[in-house]
């Protein structure tokens, strides 16, 4: 199992939130990894904050169709994500599957019977990295996104591997299996 973030990792990252169909775009080379993910079997799937929809920038609906549009590219590719768990709820609503508390991954381990300690969240925030260590998985930063700030101006990240890109880390990934 590898959960990824999805905004900064998987498409290009806006300047605060990807609001549209149109605007989400696959960062060159993401596609195709979660589809060499797929092919060497792991299960694939995305932990993402949404904050958007509870600051009412687009709806619950577009969302979904963000999402529809990345799966149809995977389809092309024979491949999909398991499972896409996401936040919707703004910081002020204190809930607990907004990354950096852990409910998202808690719920993708319920689901998948996964065990977190041995699951990557490879993301590009340190809010990724904070969740990953609250549920005892793997934190993974690139440097795609915000990785590159993250890594300037978080200590906390220094300890976590940090790989270019999903590309990058899902050549080394498969090179180690």
């Known amino acids: 199992m590898v959960i990824l973030d999805r905004d900064g990792v998987i498409n290009h990252l806006m300047e605060d939130d990807v609001t549209t169909v149109d605007g989400w ?7 195709e990894a979660i589809s060499r993910l797929k092919k060497a079997g ?5 932990a993402s904050n949404h904050t958007g929809i509870a600051r009412g920038i687009y709806s619950e609906q577009e969302l979904l169709q ?8 995977l389809a092309t590719r024979g491949a999909s994500v398991d499972g896409i768990f996401y936040c919707p709820h703004g910081p002020e609503a204190n809930c607990i599957c907004r990354k950096p508390k852990p409910g ?3 719920q993708i381990a319920k689901q998948f019977e996964i ?3 041995q699951t990557p ?5 340190i809010s990724d990295i904070k969740a990953a260590k609250m549920a005892n998985a793997k934190p993974v930063l690139v440097r795609t996104g915000k990785g ?5 101006h978080f200590p906390e990240a220094l300890d ?8 990058h880390f899902v050549r080394e990934t498969l090179r180690r299996k």
């Not at 969240?121 to 925030?125: A, F, I, P, R, Y």
């Open 25 to 31: 775009d696959p960062i060159p080379g993401a596609i």
């Open 42 to 46: 792991y299960l694939v799937t995305i």
């Open 66 to 73: 963000m999402h529809d549009k990345m799966q149809k590219l």
């Open 104 to 106: 998202l991954l808690y």
């Open 115 to 117: 065990d977190l300690s």
């Open 121 to 125: 969240l490879v993301g590009d925030n």
């Open 148 to 152: 590159e700030y993250v890594m300037q």
């Open 160 to 167: 976590v591997p940090v790989y270019d890109d999903l590309s």
